[in-house]
C-alpha cells in the first residue's frame, strides 16, 4: 500500500542569515490532521522553521513540499498563505479596531468577504464572542491570545502555526488556550506548535526538539484531549 502523501515535507532544509547558519538540514514530514510540538532553546531555529513552513522565508537550500509540490518553486505562495493560520506570542492586534473589526479586517486582508456572522462565529469557538465590541488593550493577555487565534481560525486555515502561544500565560489560560487548539486540531486542522508547555507536550502527537539548527530528537507525545 502506498504511503500517505505528507501535507508538508522538508526535505534537507537549510536557512543562513548572513552566513550564520539557523537550520542545518531539516528533514521533517508533517501528516494530515497531525499536531505537531516543536521544543528547543533560544536560537534553536524554531521561528524560522515554522516561517519556513508558512512560506514566510524561503529556504537557502532543499525543498519544502506541500501535497508533495515545491511550494517555493512550483506553487503559488498567495494562495499556499491564505490555508495557513499564524498565531504569533505577540498578537499583532490593532488597537484602534474593536475585537471583531480585527478579526473581519484579517478576513478581508486575505481576500475573504469579511463577514460578521463568519467573524463573530470564530470568536464564539474562543469564548471571545461576548467581548467583541472590546478593544484589545482593555482585555487580558490570555484574551487577546484568543481573539489572535480567532483571527486565525476566522479564514478557515487547513493548517496552524502556532510560535509559543502559551508564553506569559497562567496555567489556567494555557489550559484554555491548548483546549483550543487541540479541538481546532479535532475539526481536522493540521497544527505545528513552537513550546515548552508541558501542556503542548501533552496534547501532541508527536514532538521534535531543535538544538544548533538541526533535530536532534523525535518522541510520541501522549495525544491527549480534554475540554476545559
Ligand atoms: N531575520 C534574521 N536575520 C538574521 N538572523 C536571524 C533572523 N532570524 C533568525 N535569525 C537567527 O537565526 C537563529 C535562529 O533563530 P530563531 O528565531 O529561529 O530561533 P528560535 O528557536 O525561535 O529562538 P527563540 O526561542 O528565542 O524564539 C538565531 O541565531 C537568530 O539570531
Ligand atoms: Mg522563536
Keep these: 500500500m502506498n504511503e500517505k502523501l ?4 522538508l526535505k534537507n532544509v ?3 542569515f548572513e552566513g550564520q547558519t539557523a537550520l542545518d538540514g531539516i528533514d521533517l514530514k508533517v501528516a494530515e490532521g497531525e ?5 528547543g532553546p533560544s536560537g534553536s531555529g524554531k521561528s524560522t522553521l515554522l516561517h519556513i513552513m508558512g512560506g ?14 515545491n511550494l517555493y518553486e512550483d506553487l503559488k505562495l498567495s494562495d499556499y498563505r491564505r490555508s495557513v493560520g499564524f498565531i504569533f506570542q505577540s498578537f499583532n492586534l490593532l488597537d ?6 480585527n478579526v473581519i479586517l484579517s478576513m ?18 474562543v469564548g471571545m464572542h461576548e467581548r467583541c465590541n472590546a478593544k484589545p488593550s482593555t482585555l487580558s493577555v490570555g484574551e487577546r491570545q484568543r481573539v489572535a487565534i480567532a483571527r486565525s481560525v476566522a479564514r478557515d486555515p487547513l493548517i496552524i502555526l502556532a510560535d509559543e502561544p502559551t508564553g506569559n500565560l497562567d496555567t489556567e489560560n494555557k489550559l484554555k488556550i491548548m483546549g483550543i487548539l487541540k479541538a481546532l486540531n479535532e475539526e481536522g486542522r493540521t497544527i505545528v506548535v513552537v513550546s515548552h508547555d508541558l501542556f503542548t507536550l501533552k496534547v501532541a502527537d508527536r514532538i521534535v526538539e531543535l538544538v ?10 501522549n495525544g491527549f484531549s480534554w475540554r476545559s
Excluded at 56 to 64: D, N, R
Excluded at 212 to 221: C, F, L, N, P, T
Design 212 to 221: 544548533d539548527g538541526k533535530i536532534v530528537r523525535e518522541v510520541a507525545g
Design 108 to 125: 478581508v486582508v486575505s481576500g475573504l468577504q469579511g463577514d460578521k456572522k463568519t467573524a463573530l462565529k470564530a470568536l464564539e469557538k
Design 96 to 101: 484602534e479596531l474593536t475585537v471583531l473589526e
Design 56 to 69: 514566510l522565508l524561503k529556504p537557502t537550500g532543499g525543498k519544502v513540499l506541500f501535497r508533495g509540490e
Design 14 to 16: 537549510r536557512k543562513a
Design 35 to 39: 499536531f505537531l510540538g516543536v521544543v
Design 6 to 9: 505528507p501535507l508538508i515535507e
